[in-house]
């Protein structure tokens, strides 16, 4: 069963740090292809792709409101991704969530079109999330 589970939220001030895990289980990063993304969804609006890296060569995207203050990373010998946080503004304030992609025939990865990277309806499987609260 695969399985995702999201930690590090936390209340934090304006311009400060902070580091989410999302630990995968089920599945190993290196047997195939696979996407894995962070997206996060704030009070009354969608759920928004942040940045999702690429397991086999950790070639990563990023939302253009995210890319110069967060760094997505994997540790595939942990099966672990991170999304480090820095300069964080109050309008980051949202639930994070890890999330999986699919992978295509032989476990190649799919994800060929930019605009799918970062689209939430492309990915399988999902973690419970982890809020982020960001004060002025």
């Known amino acids: 069963e695969v399985q995702l589970v999201e930690s590090g939220g936390d209340l934090v001030q304006a311009g400060g740090p902070l580091r989410l895990s999302c630990v995968a289980s089920?599945?190993?990063?290196?047997?195939?292809?696979?996407?894995i993304g962070w997206f996060r969804q704030a009070p009354g609006k969608e759920r928004e792709g942040v940045a999702c890296?690429?397991?086999?060569?950790?070639?990563?995207w990023y939302a253009n409101s995210v890319a110069d203050r967060f760094t997505i990373s994997s540790d595939n010998a942990k099966n672990t991704v991170y999304l480090q946080m820095n300069n964080l503004e109050p309008e980051d304030t949202a639930v994070y969530f890890c999330?999986?992609?699919?992978?295509?025939?032989?476990?190649?990865?799919?994800?060929?079109?930019?605009?799918?990277?970062?689209?939430?309806?492309?990915?399988?499987?999902w973690g419970r999330g982890t809020q982020v609260t960001v004060s002025s």
């Open positions: 999330a999986v992609g699919p992978v295509g025939p032989s476990g190649t990865y799919i994800f060929r079109e930019p605009h799918r990277r970062l689209d939430p309806l492309e990915y399988d499987y």
């Open positions: 890296i690429r397991t086999t060569d950790s070639t990563t």
């Open positions: 089920g599945f190993s990063f290196d047997d195939y292809d696979y996407s």
